[in-house]
């Protein structure tokens, strides 16, 4: 406790998800007198909040999970390749306990303000409810979609039955048994949400704003005899995700996509339809991200695959996107997705034909008809790897607002320090890798240098670090420039950081907010970085 009795730590991490849980295992296997602050009331974060039917892993659950501990990897069986919500919470909940994490972690506390205080250098952070804490530094494990999204339809409040944003799914049980039910909005979360409960419900309306490319996930158990071979093989599996730009076992075909012919790439595109998560993604051609008639020529692959497995013509033709190429926005995996569209229960409706107009007490008002609703489940996404920041009232030196700063988008060093912010520590923040990769691959990968930098200080007696101006100025050219050679440029979505229902965002104006560049080359800078001894840091 301070003299005037707030309690005091050496680091504070704010956040309880899968990067704030291992940032606390090494921040306390160092020696730091470090706690983690959390606004739900558990830990999980994404995998406790979102508890919708159909979520779960798009990664291979063993590339999903922690490297850090051997024992761990030997005691764990994932039950799937792709892991349910439940088990990826339990899992989660599993490594808290079994490294003794718990009293580390304060739940039921949400930040509200973090003020930087020169004199002292050190953060004060202020909770909701008025609880007040304060650190020499601060780690950000916010998550890059932890902030839900809402349209502002006219008549939302007014709606009588339930309705709710998928990441505020109810604990209890939903009834959706012989339930007239809507969906609005079909990015990766609605098509989970559509092909878990499409059989389920009596009614199923669909409310497509955009539609999305989505592919296949190919999940399947995992025996134990595969579970064993996986065990055996993890040096081998987490060294090829370390290698690999998108961070999976998947890697780049790197044979040239025009030195096939046109029915070689088709059929290498066959065997990649078939396999496990993002293989049609990850292990394609590298030229259908930069190249316009080879990203052309997939995504009439694509199209083509959707329109097999649609019944309705004209229908699988309204799901087939036009505004985007394959691969230049966030790419859905799907179960049975495109299938749904055949059930008779199941309706889609264009809103680019009949925009909502409103929501009722009975249900949704399109231009062109009433549905009639028993429930209502917005799909409508996140404010991306920005919003958690953005929610914070973040006051740097001066009192600089950081939200003032990122107005028109984000400027960092390296996706952890924002200069003017000095100690805050962001993990998974903008513009590093953990956006366009793997995730928890890329965060292991963050946590370890960021402890390693605060051992670093703590044996120089450093009590204040922040990133030069000039060094955040030329990793943003270099964010730029890894942004600007790929096709997704031109894309809606929150690759671009564009999102229609969060004020401010302007369509056209690109948010530069994760490092494309890949996985190998961002480690290759950090671990240069460090073995330097962090000369864009100046250290006090």
């Given at each position: ?16 998800g ?5 940032q ?6 160092a ?8 606004a ?10 979102n ?48 490294f ?59 709606f009588?039955g ?7 799914w109810?604990a209890e ?12 909005g ?12 499409a ?59 025009w ?21 049609i ?25 959707i ?89 740097g030196?001066d009192g ?54 605060l ?8 009590t ?6 000039e ?18 440029r ?15 965002h ?12 890949g996985a ?21």
């Amino acid at each position: 406790m301070d003299a005037d009795g707030v309690e005091t730590h050496d680091v504070i991490v704010v956040g309880a998800g899968v990067s704030g849980i291992y940032q606390i295992k090494r921040l306390v296997d160092a020696g730091f007198d470090a706690v983690v602050l959390e606004a739900d009331p558990d830990l999980g974060g994404t995998w406790y909040r979102n508890r919708y039917p159909g979520a779960r892993f798009d990664s291979e659950s063993y590339t999903y999970g922690y490297s850090f501990s051997r024992e761990l990897l030997d005691e764990w069986h994932w039950t799937e390749r792709f892991s349910p919500q439940p088990e990826n919470l339990k899992y989660l909940q599993f490594v808290a306990d079994k490294f003794d994490l718990r009293p580390h972690m304060r739940f039921d506390c949400r930040v509200e303000t973090m003020t930087w205080d020169e004199n002292d250098r050190r953060w004060t952070l202020d909770l909701v409810g008025g609880r007040r804490y304060r650190s020499r530094f601060v780690i950000t494990s916010v998550g890059p979609l932890s902030i839900p999204t809402l349209p502002s339809y006219e008549g939302m409040d007014t709606f009588d039955g339930p309705s709710f944003h998928t990441y505020h799914w109810p604990a209890e049980p939903v009834e959706l048994a012989g339930k007239r039910v809507g969906v609005i909005g079909t990015g990766a979360t609605g098509i989970q949400v559509i092909a878990e409960i499409a059989d389920k419900v009596g009614e199923l309306t669909v409310f497509q704003r955009r539609p999305n490319w989505s592919t296949p996930l190919n999940n399947s158990p995992i025996s134990d005899e595969e579970m064993a071979e996986i065990r055996a093989r993890y040096d081998e599996i987490f060294a090829n995700c370390a290698a690999s730009p998108g961070g999976f076992e998947h890697v780049p075909d790197w044979r040239g996509f025009w030195n096939l012919t046109a029915d070689e790439r088709r059929e290498r595109w066959d065997e990649l339809y078939d396999q496990p998560g993002f293989a049609i993604l990850a292990g394609n051609f590298a030229e259908i991200f930069w190249d316009e008639q080879a990203n052309r020529e997939i995504s009439d692959y694509i199209a083509d695959r959707i329109r097999q497995r649609v019944d309705d013509p004209s229908l699988a033709e309204k799901l087939i996107p036009r505004d985007h190429g394959f691969g230049m926005q966030r790419l859905p995996l799907e179960t049975n997705y495109f299938e749904a569209y055949n059930r008779d229960n199941v309706r889609l409706v264009d809103l680019s034909e009949t925009p909502i107009e409103r929501i009722t007490a009975a249900g949704i008002q399109t231009t062109g008809e009433h549905h009639d609703l028993d429930l209502i489940v917005y799909a409508t996404g996140f404010d991306a790897i920005t919003g958690g920041y953005d929610r914070l009232d973040v006051r740097g030196v001066d009192g600089v607002r950081l939200g003032d700063k990122w107005r028109n988008g984000p400027s960092t060093y390296i996706g952890v320090f924002s200069s003017g912010f000095p100690n805050l520590l962001m993990v998974a923040g903008p513009q590093s890798v953990s956006g366009s990769t793997n995730f928890p691959r890329a965060i292991e990968t963050g946590v370890d240098w960021v402890t390693d930098l605060l051992l670093h200080v703590r044996e120089r007696g450093c009590t204040r670090v922040e990133a030069r101006p000039e060094a955040e100025e030329e990793w943003v050219d270099e964010v730029v420039r890894a942004h600007e050679r790929m096709l997704f440029r031109r894309s809606k979505g929150w690759f671009t950081g564009y999102n229609s229902n969060v004020a401010g965002h302007q369509e056209g104006q690109v948010r530069y907010q994760a490092y494309f560049g890949g996985a190998p080359r961002y480690t290759e800078v950090i671990d240069r970085a460090a073995a330097d001894g962090y000369p864009a840091l100046d250290l006090r």
